[in-house]
């Protein structure tokens, strides 16, 4: 047998379907809801990112912008001007108090703004102002060479914005600075009378940037328009050919933004462009996004497991509340198999076990009782029977008989003893019938007859009969003996008390499936207190003869039912007539149908 | 019936114990314990060098999300602290040790006591007398010695006298650069080399070693600084004699003191090495031993010929001026 097949415990089916409903649901629901909360995070992440550039970015504007202003609020100042439209024609003395009001007025400026490194204006005639006043220009370095000079010449007033780059004009100096450059002009705007330089300390954007988070992995970076490096926190492995940046691909991009797959893991590029020209570019890895991804996973599998748990929990839990009152009535039940039928299951909460119990227990008390009344019913049977049998051989009336045939041999009557012998002989055969309990109606007909023909030899004269049988009825079955105690009763309770000679006629009939005898006499008849006491009677200090009525009433509704049975009328003198009913059975049918049923 | 019931709690128990064991092995898969990694240097303050090597270093362990941590004596002299801090190092037992030798020799015990404790073991910038690392990362010395004698080569006259100041005896870098040095000056026509000096890796020792070489040896037509304080000394000695310009000097390394003698002409060239990519390869080497790749035997980082031409070049001011600083 295959184990799917086996029988299974209903316990054991609820508890694995709910642990199964439990599972599923609860690896969806987690599955559904990490994933949910994973795109949130991401989603959380990546704004935050991109906030995180445009933050930078804005920073960034705000100190190039700083700047701008500077160079705008110097170009101008009074002093300014007045010293570039006329520095050849003042006078040493007055120039050199110029020059110390300016550079007064940078060192205000660059005292009030962190960010600024240093302000400078180089003189076309190689004058030079700082906003410091002991600041000397390195003697080895020539300004005019410098990358911020040349293109400040070149753009005629337009500032210019450097990458970021090692300063080293000043003395001792060489700070990393974002220079903004810008040539003045005076009067006439086409002749230029200097350039004005101003330094950007290089730390405030590269302290900003490597601060900045963006994963184990992410950083920041930011080109300028040509693609040079203003900052990388990687600059050097970059330029020792360790690693390599896309600088082309941002350079070009103009979506502000892509992604590069590389070994397995995806790393997206964001990118921010300034007005300046600068590009500020976040780089951060896909799979750190979310950075606490395992310590998500960790709780939500957790969670899951927990709901597992108390799931399964539950499901024993549930199904042995479930299948307790059933193993219950199974108990039981075994008890009642095993024959105590005395048991009361307990009727408890839920509707259909409390319903169940019930019915079991009216069960058993109803078949507590059919089991008594069968015993009843047994113990009934093995008495009749055992009347029946008494019928059969009643001795007085063998006694009788022998007495009879003694009394006739004495006589000399031969052929009476041998009439009489012979009756007997078949009153037996007839009467023993192989021990079947059905006899057809022939035999019993043979029986009474005989019966008859042994007491109207007894009585001589006394007893006159008639059977009027239907021979149509000879093939259907009876029990047996049953008319013979009605025929007895007729006579000595009827005939024998009456003065001259009693008739009795024995008549059969075949009507709506039922064959009805009619024993009728026209004896002295009974009155009907003891009609009524005829057929209930069984034993007591009632005569043998009565005993035998209601054997025979008994055996019939024993057999075939209330609905058959013995039924008197009887006038005191007028004589008794006995109805018997039972069912018509047909002897070849129940033979069939015996033979249908082995 | 009953085996039948057991079988079905087993499958029932079954079933989460595998997503469990499932959801463990993918932890431990995706997230094992961060490697520790000891890095041992031959000097934590003296030298720019090295705060640039550990630097590279840093920015491998954060890349590799590695457990790093740095040890070495404040001056690179200090040998003998700096094998005690190994020492320190291996009861440690880290996944790997990364380790520059502060000695040729005097390390060999100490590197087979790693070896011996099953450590894997990358060399950086400086080996040891012997075959003991899985990987040496390191700048080519001997090239590089051979780099700052030919700038010295093209400077000299034709009969040239030169004095190699070196720093401290026994390193290998030292011993490997000095070899290179040699290799050139030695085949050039009418050159002589005067001797080997050594600074201790001092610059005041340099300075001191460098002024009374100048005193005994007027007709000195070069100098070859082997490393930066020994290259700052002997330009300061240069310098403070009035010679700059007639005796030449080609050094190592890079620092502000060496941009200013580059400026002022003292310092003729300087070869200067990728400190960053040693202490980023280091820990990326280690990372992958670690994790059970093959490593090559011998990795040479290059070295930069820096003037007073190319020094302000974009690609050159990151490697003089490695650290952005008010």
Redesign the interface.
């Known amino acids: 047998m295959k184990s799917s097949q086996r029988i299974k415990s209903i316990q054991s089916r609820i508890a694995s379907s709910f642990v199964m409903l439990v599972l599923f649901t609860a690896l969806l629901l987690i599955f559904i809801s990490y994933r949910l909360s994973e795109s949130a995070v991401r989603e959380t992440a990546e704004s935050y990112t991109s906030e995180l550039i445009n933050q930078v970015n804005a920073n960034i504007q705000t100190y190039i912008t700083g700047m701008k202003d500077i160079s705008l609020a110097t170009m101008n100042n009074p002093n300014v001007r007045e010293y570039l439209a006329s520095s050849e024609e003042l006078q040493p003395a007055e120039l050199a108090q110029l020059k110390a009001k300016i550079s007064e007025y940078f060192h205000s400026i660059r005292v009030s703004r962190k960010d600024i490194a240093s302000i400078n204006i180089f003189g076309e005639g190689g004058t030079f102002i700082s906003d410091r006043t002991n600041a000397e220009l390195n003697p080895y370095i020539e300004v005019s060479e410098q990358p911020w000079y040349r293109q400040a010449q070149e753009n005629k007033g337009q500032t210019v914005i450097s990458s970021s780059h090692v300063q080293p004009v000043i003395k001792g100096e060489y700070r990393w600075v974002v220079s903004l450059s810008r040539e003045l002009s005076g009067i006439t705007p086409t002749q230029g009378l200097g350039i004005l330089l101003i330094d950007l300390n290089f730390k405030v954007i590269n302290d900003m940037l490597s601060k900045l988070d963006l994963g184990n992995r992410g950083y920041v970076f930011v080109i300028d328009s040509q693609g040079r490096i203003v900052y990388h926190p990687q600059q050097q492995l970059l330029y020792s050919n360790l690693k390599t940046e896309r600088l082309e691909q941002v350079l070009q991009d103009k979506q502000g933004g892509f992604v590069v797959k590389e070994d397995g893991a995806s790393r997206i590029y964001s990118i921010k462009d300034t007005d300046f020209g600068w590009k500020i570019v976040g780089v951060f890895y896909e799979n750190e996004l979310v950075d606490n991804k395992k310590q998500m996973q960790l709780s939500f599998a957790v969670a899951g497991l927990l709901c597992l748990g108390l799931g399964v929990l539950f499901s024993v839990v549930i199904s042995r509340n479930l299948t307790r009152p059933i193993k219950k009535l199974q108990e039981k039940m075994m008890e009642v198999e095993k024959g105590n039928f005395d048991i009361r299951v307990p009727v408890g909460h839920s509707r259909e076990i409390s319903g169940l119990a019930r019915s079991f227990n009216v069960m058993v008390s109803k078949v507590k009782e059919l089991m008594r009344q069968i015993m009843v019913e047994q113990e009934f049977k093995r008495k009749s029977e055992l009347n029946a049998l008494q019928a059969q051989i009643n001795p007085h009336f063998l006694y009788n008989t022998l007495d009879s045939i003694i009394w006739m041999a004495e006589s000399k009557k031969h052929d009476e003893v041998i009439l009489m012998t012979s009756a007997l002989a078949r009153l037996f055969r007839a009467s023993l019938s192989k021990g079947k309990e059905l006899i057809p109606i022939a035999t019993e007909m043979e029986h009474i007859t005989n019966y008859l023909k042994i007491q109207q030899m007894r009585y001589q004269d006394k007893i006159r009969y008639t059977l009027d049988m239907d021979p149509e009825l000879y093939s259907y079955l009876t029990l047996k003996v049953l008319l013979q105690p009605l025929v007895e009763n007729a006579i000595y309770h009827g005939i024998k008390n009456k003065e001259g000679p009693g008739t009795i006629t024995i008549t059969g009939a075949h009507e709506d499936h039922m064959i009805v005898f009619q024993v009728m006499d026209d004896g002295i008849g009974m009155d009907e207190a003891k009609v009524e006491t005829l057929l209930t009677s069984s034993g007591g200090n009632q005569s043998r003869n009565s005993v035998g009525i209601a054997n025979v009433h008994q055996r019939i509704q024993l057999y075939f039912g209330a609905n058959y049975g013995l039924s008197y009328t009887s006038e005191p003198g007028a004589g008794t007539c006995v109805k018997l009913l039972i069912p018509a059975i047909h002897a070849e049918e129940r033979r069939e149908k015996e033979g249908d049923m082995p | 019936?009953k085996s039948?019931?057991s079988m079905?709690y087993i499958v029932?128990l079954l079933?989460?114990a595998l997503?469990?064991g499932y959801?463990i092995l993918q932890?431990s898969k995706?997230?094992p314990r961060p490697k520790k990694i000891i890095v041992g240097v031959k000097a934590v303050e003296e030298i720019e060098f090295w705060r640039?090597l550990i630097e590279?270093v840093n920015?491998a362990s954060?890349?590799f999300?590695v457990d790093v941590s740095v040890v070495g004596p404040p001056r690179e002299i200090q040998v003998d602290l700096q094998i005690q801090m190994l020492q320190e190092a291996i009861k440690q037992q880290p996944d790997a040790i990364v380790m520059a030798a502060g000695d040729y020799n005097r390390l060999v015990p100490t590197v087979e006591s790693i070896r011996k404790a099953g450590i894997p073991l990358i060399m950086i910038d400086s080996a040891v007398n012997g075959d003991y690392a899985q990987s040496l990362i390191a700048t080519d010395n001997f090239n590089a010695g051979q780099k700052a004698a030919v700038e010295l080569a093209e400077r000299l006259p034709v009969n040239a006298k030169v004095a190699i100041v070196s720093f401290v005896q026994g390193t290998s870098t030292q011993i490997e650069r000095e070899q290179g040095v040699r290799s050139i000056l030695e085949q050039r026509e009418g050159t002589e080399i005067v001797g080997t000096y050594y600074s201790e890796g001092m610059e005041e020792r340099a300075y001191e070693i460098t002024m009374e070489l100048l005193r005994e040896r007027p007709d000195l037509d070069g100098i070859v600084g082997l490393n930066e304080p020994s290259t700052v000394g002997a330009g300061r000695a240069i310098g403070e004699q009035g010679l700059v310009g007639k005796v030449k000097l080609v050094g190592f390394d890079s620092s502000?003191k060496e941009?200013?003698l580059l400026?002022?002409?003292v310092l003729q060239s300087t070869i200067v090495q990728?400190p960053?990519?040693i202490g980023?390869?280091g820990i990326k080497t280690a990372v992958s031993l670690i994790e059970g790749d093959k490593v090559s035997p011998n990795v040479y980082?290059?070295s930069v010929i820096i003037n007073?031409d190319n020094m302000?070049t974009?690609?050159n001011?990151?490697?003089?001026?490695?650290f952005?600083?008010?």
Do not use: C
């Open positions: 019936m039948y019931l079905r029932m079933i989460p997503i469990v959801a932890w995706d997230e640039v590279g920015t954060r890349e999300g502000i941009v200013k400026e002022e002409g990728k960053f990519s980023y390869l980082t290059d007073k302000y974009e690609e001011q990151k490697l003089l001026f490695p952005v600083e008010e």
